[in-house]
């Protein structure tokens, strides 16, 4: 048999040797763009994220005066439109259900969760009265507005925050643009992203709601509750009050806590976790 190899076999073997050569090169292209291209998503994100950290004065007076609210007694409203409306809902759920063991459960609901009352009012008032409507007839004056405001679309949730103000609310906005809000003065702590891509804006929004969730604890553990940690605390029944409470003595001091889930007798020593006793010793 002959071993020699046909004029036509070298050239399909060329040809085939170039199309992969040519293949791996483009592959090679392909992963140098998208290389580039993670390291601009990357870089998008992290002047926005040093510029929060550079304002973590704002976040922290919002988040302390927020936490003088709710110990005076009020509640947090939030709201937002569009794809801002699931960030209010989550900001208000993150309050008044925290998943954190051992943190205080805090008023709170947003305005977009009513579809009838939202779909009525602007229905007959319009869109950009929506949230001010509501406000109008729901909150208290020592309550909390917090609308996120985002993009072009934003009349319903300024005019929101100014009917809050107005009313003696305690006004928090999160957007996108410093002096949309600013200038008129109708929040009383602005916490603005300082970025033109929407999807950065949101990641930093849902760091900022994260974080004021977390600090407004902070300061009301500080502040009252002893029994506000991520362990519970044991502490001696000292008096038995009406409506299911009692006083205990406590290494740190005297609270008042609820006794609802337990049997607890005065001269008892009880587990408390955030003002809920949960076990007598």
């Given at each position: 048999?002959?071993?020699?190899?046909?004029?036509?076999?070298?050239?399909?073997?060329?040809?085939?040797?170039?199309?992969?050569?040519?293949?791996?090169?483009?592959?090679?292209?392909?992963?140098?763009?998208?290389?580039?291209?993670?390291?601009?998503?990357?870089?998008?994100?992290?002047?926005?994220?040093?510029?929060?950290a550079e304002h973590a004065s704002?976040?922290?007076?919002?988040?302390?005066?927020?936490?003088?609210?709710?110990?005076?007694?009020?509640?947090?409203?939030?709201?937002?439109?569009?794809?801002?409306?699931?960030?209010?809902?989550?900001?208000?759920?993150?309050?008044?259900?925290?998943?954190?063991?051992?943190?205080?459960?805090?008023?709170?609901i947003s305005l977009n969760c009513?579809?009838?009352?939202?779909?009525?009012?602007?229905?007959?008032?319009?869109?950009?009265?929506?949230?001010?409507?509501?406000?109008?007839?729901?909150?208290?004056?020592?309550?909390?507005?917090?609308?996120?405001?985002?993009?072009?679309?934003?009349?319903?949730?300024?005019?929101?925050?100014?009917?809050?103000?107005?009313?003696?609310?305690?006004?928090?906005?999160?957007?996108?643009?410093?002096?949309?809000?600013?200038?008129?003065?109708?929040?009383?702590?602005?916490?603005?992203?300082?970025?033109?891509?929407?999807?950065?804006?949101?990641?930093?929004?849902?760091?900022?709601?994260?974080?004021?969730?977390?600090?407004?604890?902070?300061?009301?553990?500080?502040?009252?509750?002893?029994?506000?940690?991520?362990?519970?605390?044991?502490?001696?029944?000292?008096?038995?009050?009406?409506?299911?409470?009692a006083v205990i003595e406590t290494?740190?001091?005297?609270?008042?806590?609820?006794?609802?889930?337990?049997?607890?007798?005065?001269?008892?020593?009880?587990?408390?976790?955030?003002?809920?006793?949960?076990?007598?010793?």
């Amino acid at each position: 048999m002959s071993s020699q190899v046909s004029s036509s076999q070298v050239s399909s073997s060329q040809v085939c040797s170039s199309q992969v050569s040519a293949r791996h090169g483009a592959g090679e292209q392909v992963i140098r763009a998208a290389a580039s291209d993670v390291v601009l998503a990357f870089e998008r994100r992290l002047a926005p994220a040093l510029d929060l950290a550079e304002h973590a004065s704002d976040l922290v007076a919002a988040a302390r005066a927020m936490a003088g609210r709710f110990a005076a007694g009020g509640k947090l409203i939030a709201f937002g439109t569009g794809a801002a409306s699931t960030d209010a809902q989550h900001v208000a759920v993150e309050f008044v259900h925290p998943v954190i063991v051992g943190k205080r459960a805090l008023p709170a609901i947003s305005l977009n969760c009513d579809v009838a009352s939202l779909t009525a009012i602007a229905a007959d008032a319009g869109l950009g009265q929506v949230f001010a409507h509501q406000l109008a007839k729901l909150a208290e004056p020592a309550d909390i507005a917090l609308g996120i405001a985002v993009g072009t679309d934003r009349s319903g949730v300024l005019a929101g925050l100014r009917t809050a103000r107005a009313a003696g609310l305690l006004t928090v906005a999160l957007t996108d643009a410093r002096l949309a809000v600013s200038e008129d003065g109708r929040a009383d702590h602005l916490l603005a992203v300082r970025s033109a891509d929407p999807r950065v804006v949101k990641e930093i929004h849902v760091t900022i709601y994260h974080l004021l969730w977390e600090l407004v604890h902070v300061f009301i553990e500080q502040a009252a509750c002893i029994t506000c940690s991520d362990s519970a605390v044991p502490g001696m029944v000292v008096a038995l009050l009406d409506d299911d409470l009692a006083v205990i003595e406590t290494s740190a001091g005297q609270e008042e806590v609820s006794v609802a889930l337990v049997a607890a007798r005065v001269g008892d020593t009880i587990l408390v976790h955030a003002g809920e006793a949960i076990a007598v010793m």
